[in-house]
Antibody, heavy 121, light 110 residues
Framework: QVQLQESGPGLVKPSETLSLTCTVS????????WSWIRQSAGEGLEWIGR???????EYNPSLKSRVTMTLDTSKNQFSLKLTSVTATDTAVYYC???????????????WGQGILVTVSS | QSALTQPPSVSGSPGQSVTVSCTGT?????????VSWYQQRPGKAPKLMIY???KRPSGVPDRFSGSKSGNTASLTISGLQPEDEADYYC??????????FGGGTKLTVL
């Protein structure tokens, strides 16, 4: 059974960099992608971006200039960095496994439990 | 403002059927059969309920079904049960490897 767990600081100062790590257990398949999705309080979901097993990344155009995702296969981890944060980046951040394409289907599952990151001085 | 439009809320009584709509454009919902639906209970992470418009993952009750017509996808829950009360989000592929979500719909079981 695949499980994902987010970790990182729960408080980040404005203009600094938000850094989160997701640890994956139970999945060594290269068929899937690893994504980050966030949810602001009382708001909907926003896809941030994804990284493949080979390290290829794709980002939401609205965040692309500030986002970097990396992969550490030796630790079964992938990471998110979001630079120059403001209060509008305050949200619950989820790491998620993503499937793409007509053969395996298009979905996000499972999701990590989520981590609340607050941007405040 | 979300790229996909959902009604803020829907409601129904136990045993009834409810439908949640998700309206996109010709370049998102209308162009691809890659719409998925997620159920989110308070304080919990979203859970996959439907993918590729109408496919149901194992373990999801067959009371949940999905469909699409033109630029609008729909999630129908039949035989409504109290535990179905949650927020529901749709998601669509838009091309250029981008995914977009709806703003979410709160389902109340009366």
């Amino acid at each position: 059974q695949v499980q994902l767990q987010e970790s990182g600081p729960g408080l980040v100062k404005p203009s600094e960099t938000l850094s989160l790590t997701c640890t994956v257990s139970g999945d060594s398949s290269s068929s899937y992608y690893w994504s980050w999705i966030r949810q602001s309080a009382g708001e909907g979901l926003e896809w941030i971006g994804r990284i493949s097993h080979s390290g290829t990344t794709e980002y939401n155009p609205s965040l692309k200039s500030r986002v970097t995702m990396t992969l550490d296969t030796s630790k079964n981890q992938f990471s998110l960095k979001l630079t120059s944060v403001t209060a509008t980046d305050t949200a619950v951040y989820y790491c998620v496994r993503e499937s793409i394409g007509p053969w395996l289907g298009n979905w996000f599952d499972p999701w990590g439990q989520g981590i609340l990151v607050t941007v405040s001085s | 403002q979300s790229a996909l439009t959902q009604p803020p809320s829907v409601s129904g009584s136990p045993g009834q059927s409810v439908t949640v709509s998700c309206t996109g454009t010709y370049s998102s919902v209308g162009a691809y059969n890659y719409v998925s639906w997620y159920q989110q209970r308070p304080g919990k992470a979203p859970k996959l309920m439907i993918y590729d418009v109408s496919k149901r993952p194992s373990g999801v009750p067959d009371r949940f079904s999905g469909s699409k017509s033109g630029n609008t996808a729909s999630l129908t829950i039949s035989g409504l049960q109290p535990e179905d009360e949650a927020d529901y989000y749709c998601c669509s592929y838009t091309g250029s490897y981008i995914r977009v979500f709806g703003g979410g719909t709160k389902l109340t079981v009366l």
